[in-house]
């Protein structure tokens, strides 16, 4: 696995001793989507990631994008962000492609092969990540390039280390077995959250097979960053029917140094959080419904991605 996936998994066993203590209420579980306080109040479906961006506390981020129709002004952060989530996705499949394809190969073989593609993946990833955000400086995007090499040479790596491990320990493993031994089984697992009131086609970043579910961020560490967790817990639960206990967010920054480093946060998706998420969600149903702008909070964080707009003079 990657992104550190060996802290990840050391910290998921610590907290599986006490996830039996903490527990989960069977009525804050997705599948009681008919029920309340799964159940939404309202029709309106919104994405997660939207509920779960708390910078504001009045909400009138909500209001804004979707009451007004005001995007937030675009950024250098929410680029980068957008380029490396397209990059990992596309070098894990690239990964998965080259072992299907050759076969059970050493890690430095594996390696040799998937550094090749490495330029290439990262040229398609800006083409389409320049084509939603246009107005990046030369300077920034050559910022982003530079991480996006060390962060897709750190992938092939660690994948290049799994891949020997999983030979070691499993000398007559197939084909099948390395690829899901050595990779996150599935990126960009699609979700219909329409039962518990969120979008359509909700994308988890990475579903584990240890009933975990894996968002990726590539900013600052933020307590709200959770409740991402909370709301595709919710929806898998809701349509699959299969538990989620536990979240994982990896933040990876590429700012210092030849490596990138990640700060993993690994928690129970607990009562208290899946309650939280539910009341964000139901709150901003009836703002929108409402249609009414709620007002400033006392003060704005200057890292909202709205703040340039609710502090000038047409916000
Ligand atoms: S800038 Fe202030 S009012 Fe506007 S969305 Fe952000 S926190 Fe809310």
């Known amino acids: 696995m990657l992104l550190g996936w060996n802290i990840i998994k050391k910290k998921i066993e610590n907290l599986r001793t006490f996830l039996s203590d903490v527990g989960i ?29 708390r910078y504001c506390p009045a909400m009138r981020d ?16 929410m680029f980068r962000g ?11 499949i690239e990964a998965k492609r080259i072992i299907y394809s050759s076969g059970l190969i050493s890690g430095s073989d594996f390696y040799e092969k998937a550094i090749e593609k490495v330029q290439t993946l990262i040229d398609l990833t800006f083409d389409e990540a320049l084509r939603r955000y246009g107005n990046i ?11 996006s090499v060390k962060l897709s040479k750190y992938i092939l790596i660690e ?8 030979l070691s320990r499993f000398p007559h493993i197939n084909v099948d077995s ?16 329409s039962l518990v009131g969120l979008s359509r086609e909700l994308s988890v970043d990475i579903y584990s097979p240890v009933g975990a579910v894996v968002d990726i961020k590539t900013g600052e560490v933020r307590e709200f960053h959770r409740y991402a967790a909370a709301g595709y817990a919710l929806a898998i639960e809701a349509e699959k029917g299969i538990p989620i206990d536990l979240g994982v967010i990896i933040y990876v920054s590429t700012d ?10 690994v928690f129970i998706v607990d009562d208290e959080l899946r309650r939280e998420f539910l009341e964000i969600r ?26 340039s707009y609710c502090n000038s003079d047409v916000g």
């Open 25 to 53: 209420s069977s009525d804050l579980r997705g599948w009681e989507y008919d029920r309340p306080p799964v159940k939404p109040a309202r029709q309106l479906l919104l994405p997660v990631s939207e509920l779960a961006s």
């Open 62 to 77: 909500i209001f804004l994008r979707r009451v007004l129709s005001i995007q937030p002004p675009k950024s250098f952060k």
């Open 82 to 92: 957008m380029v490396y989530h397209l990059l990992i996705s596309k070098i894990l």
């Open 137 to 147: 400086s030369q300077e920034e995007l050559e910022e982003v390039r530079r991480g």
């Open 159 to 166: 994948a290049a280390y799994s891949i020997n491990s999983a």
């Open 178 to 193: 390395m690829v899901s031994e050595a990779f996150p089984p599935v990126t960009e697992l699609k979700v219909d959250g």
């Open 256 to 265: 210092l140094g030849d490596v990138p480093s990640f700060v993993h946060d």
């Open 282 to 307: 139901d709150e901003a149903q009836l703002l929108v419904e409402r249609g009414a702008d709620p007002g400033k909070p006392a003060a704005c964080p200057r890292y909202c991605p709205y703040y």
